[in-house]
């Protein structure tokens, strides 16, 4: 594709040797021949102006303009009335096009990739006004490389985001800005070994190997041992964790990925007890916290345990993983480990993208596409829930009573499958759906945000009342009612007064 430059034309490096013998305008034809030839300039490329190409070379307008019309004539270039002056197009020829790639495979008609949120919903309008926001607030200072642990303002901002929506334990200087979970797990694993760590658990089912699992193999990178612990319907099993040996565990504790579970509160306080035993430590993977569908949110494990727990969190799941954007929540004593290792990795991450985030967090409108998200997606997984209870009731999560991980979810808080009810006569009345439910309550809210507040008897009879020895002559209809008992006054329109 040709590039099509504005303003003057585009620069052109050319070299021109004042100590040889060969003349300048010989030079300068030589070296335009060749960057057509090798494809330095494609055909229909603008050539810079001759006065501009001659203000660069130090060289006269008129050489530039002699050089011009050799190449016009040797069919190099060509040249019309009020445009500028371009490669032809058959002056270069293009290497043969390299092998054919196979098709993509055909379009999915629905992705379940896990990870992945609805790309199509990403709130581009929020984002635009957010970076306008960004850009017209940032000050001069700000545009430096800056604090390798991110933006003052979007640390201050997610530090009270945490501490609000996860009941979190954290002020500012405890958050490092992250690219994401992935480099924000990796940090926190290479301080770690820093810090004298030698074996690192991962859930098992959970992460795979280092063949299958980028953040085992960024365990692997810093020099652990990786080791695997089972988890069982209470969660992370902690009588193998201690067992094992390791010094640092990766949980999922409010939503296990693949089984779903939530770690039980037992589970939790013999997980932060173990990490005060061993002087061990806890990195706490929050990658869906937003998204809840069968049960209530629960705290973040650090709240438990502030020195002993690492959170990791981003917004690759809530927004789109483009961003870019994550967050480590580091123990008192160990954000400046995580943060060298950060200005090691990228020298931080970028500025105006932070506080383009930070705007719209703090405006209100990273909530409300939440709350937006949490309807479709609660929609979607109640249709999926549906016809996987039609098509394959042996397989849906109705029938297994399970949650999923990483966006899935089964049919009820409990974890009990949904049964249907036997009626006399050998009838069936099928359960309620998940899809069922969520119009139920739906309808509730509805019926309680519009239900008519109804007022004292006494008080209506004395609006009445008055209304009728006042507003006479207007045949106004005043209606009051009592529980059981509606009633009306009419004013009278013969009365005299008005």
Not at 114 to 120: E, R
Request: hydrophobic letters at 40%.
């Amino acid at each position: 594709m040709t590039i099509q430059w504005s303003g003057l034309g585009p620069e052109l490096l050319l070299r021109l040797d004042r100590g040889s013998a060969q003349p300048l305008r010989s030079q300068l034809e030589t070296g335009l021949r060749e960057a057509i030839r090798g494809g330095r300039l494609h055909g229909g490329e603008r050539l810079p102006s001759s006065r501009e190409l001659a203000r660069e070379l130090g060289v006269s307008r008129g050489l530039v303009q002699e050089c011009y019309s050799q190449l016009l004539s040797e069919g190099y270039l060509i040249s019309q009335a009020g445009s500028a002056t371009r490669v032809a197009a058959g002056a270069y020829l293009a290497p043969p096009e390299p092998a054919q790639r196979p098709d993509p495979p055909p379009r999915l008609i629905a992705d379940f990739r896990s990870g992945v949120p609805d790309l199509a919903s990403f709130p581009r309008g929020d984002w635009v006004w957010a970076t306008r926001e960004a850009c017209g607030s940032v000050a001069t200072a700000d545009l430096d490389y800056g604090d390798p642990r991110g933006s003052a303002e979007l640390r201050r901002v997610i530090a009270g985001y945490l501490r609000r929506v996860r009941a979190a334990a954290t002020n500012p200087e405890q958050v490092i800005v992250s690219t994401g979970f992935a480099q924000g797990v990796s940090l926190v694993l290479r301080a770690l070994a820093q810090a004298g760590a030698r074996c690192v658990a991962f859930e098992d089912p959970g992460y795979g190997n280092a063949e299958t699992d980028e953040t085992v193999r960024a365990a692997a990178a810093a020099g652990l041992r990786v080791v695997h612990v089972p988890v069982d319907d209470l969660g992370l099993d902690v009588a193998a964790l201690e067992a094992s040996g390791a010094q640092v565990v990766v949980v999922t504790p409010a939503h296990q990925s693949p089984t779903g579970v939530v770690l039980a509160a037992g589970r939790r306080q013999a997980l932060v007890d173990w990490a005060a035993r061993r002087d061990a430590f806890v990195i706490e993977d929050d990658y869906d916290s937003e998204f809840r569908y069968d049960r209530e949110p629960v705290g973040v494990l650090q709240g438990l345990a502030p020195d002993r727990v690492f959170t990791i969190g981003t917004t690759s799941k809530a927004l789109a993983p483009a961003v870019r954007l994550g967050w480590v929540l580091a123990p008192p004593a160990l954000p400046d480990a995580v943060a060298a290792e950060k200005l090691i990795s990228d020298r931080g991450s970028s500025t105006l993208d932070q506080l383009a985030l930070a705007a719209l967090i703090r405006s209100g409108r990273y909530d409300r596409h939440l709350r937006r998200m949490r309807v479709i997606y609660a929609q979607r997984r109640a249709r999926l829930i549906d016809a996987l209870a039609r098509h394959a009731p042996g397989r849906s999560p109705a029938a297994h009573g399970r949650r999923a991980g990483r966006g899935g979810g089964g049919a009820r808080a409990a974890g009990r499958p949904v049964r249907d009810q036997r009626l006399p006569g050998g009838r069936h009345r099928r359960a309620p759906s998940a899809r069922d439910r969520i119009r139920q309550r739906r309808g509730a809210r509805h019926r309680a945000r519009h239900r008519r507040r109804r007022r004292p008897a006494a008080l209506t009879k004395e609006v009445a009342a008055w209304a009728g020895g006042h507003l006479v002559g207007w045949g106004v209809t005043l209606r009051w009612s009592r529980p059981g008992r509606p009633r009306s006054h009419v004013a009278p329109a013969t009365e005299a007064g008005w």
